[in-house]
């Protein structure tokens, strides 16, 4: 009815002034805005002092871009808006040339090459405790931004130029869009499409991971897309869309792929049978879980990639992940739960093509800060 207390109630909500609306945010809102600005600023203080290096995969994203504006967003055959660019014989970059466009036009600095990602990856820690308040009900969905902070490999790689955390960053941005459109919204497919596909031009190695997690969660929640056929056929449009690109790419070049995986010393481009390649990549998918890996420092990684005396996780969130870890396992019907759980399992994928590594691996770090702060949840219920 037109005079109902609830119209009156949103009429005053509507009208409520920037300041009384700051006044309404609870604590917890206080504490996410504050640990995001500390985020903010461990990715960018002292930012072309650290890491010490500026390496050359660094600085051929600014080039790149610079070349691209130069013969008037052309690659050198004069195909207009290439998908991917030439990195020393291989073609694996995309993404993060276009994003360093802006950067291109003003004067050339470490800083701006650097803080292109560096200010992308903010959707991190702002997705994990966005889904973790709405989709887990999470107390400690606040302490996201803090936690992420003070990964030791994401704070090392998130102030670099390299595609990785790029990569990593629109991942994260799929995985917040797939749960909205799971639990929310129907309406947000598409943009988990898009997130999805900028996840799979960004880094060479996530395309495995992001179609093998797309797959698995059509599988998984088929029930759920089938009751919407109209919606599903018009994100499935969408995503028809985002593919031109590389259907584009590889109608153009054919043996890029092979030459990749060549340039990289991939086992699947050697001549041991099928089997001895499935056991190959059996072996280095399964590597991708090994908690001496990921919570000890280790030597196999180069030493530019690892901060020194530190794992790529810290020591003391293993209990908290494994205690997330059972959590999830025991709610594997709650389709937030298994979303985080699929991740996890097919995160080490794209790294299993050719050998274990940091940069290839990093995603890892999503489903292993969900499980983490989950399980710290755990604890903050057992007390």
Known sequence: ????????????????????????????????????????????IQLDKFPIYFFTDEAVQTMSAVDLLTRGLRDVTGRLLPTYFDNGGQYNLSLSVYLQLIPALLPRSVFLTRAVPAVISLVVPLTLGLALRDFFKA???????????????????????????????????????????????????????????????????????????GVVLLGVDWRYHWADRKGLLRGLAVLVLLAAPYVRFRLQYPEALGQHLTQLQSYWVSSQTLGAKIGDFLRRYVHGFDPTYWFLPNSSDLIRHQMKGLGHMRLISLPFVLLGLGAAVSRLKDPAWRVVLIALLTAPAGAALVDVAITRLLVMILPLSYLALLGMEQVVAWL
């Open 139 to 213: 107390r400690l969905w606040w302490a996201a931004p803090v936690f992420l902070a003070a990964v030791p490999t994401w704070f090392l790689h998130s102030r670099t130029a390299f595609e990785t955390s790029l990569g990593v960053s629109m991942f994260s941005l799929f995985l917040y869009f797939y749960l909205c459109y799971r639990l929310k919204n129907r309406h947000y497919l598409p943009l988990a499409f898009l997130f999805g596909a900028l996840a799979f031009y960004a880094y060479s190695p996530m395309q495995l991971v992001v179609v093998l997690t």
């Open 1 to 44: 009815m037109e005079g109902s207390p609830e119209i009156a109630q949103s009429q005053s909500k509507r009208k409520l002034t920037p300041t009384q609306k700051l006044h309404e945010l609870s604590w917890q809102d206080w504490a996410f805005a504050l640990g995001m600005s500390l985020y903010l600023a461990t990715r960018l």
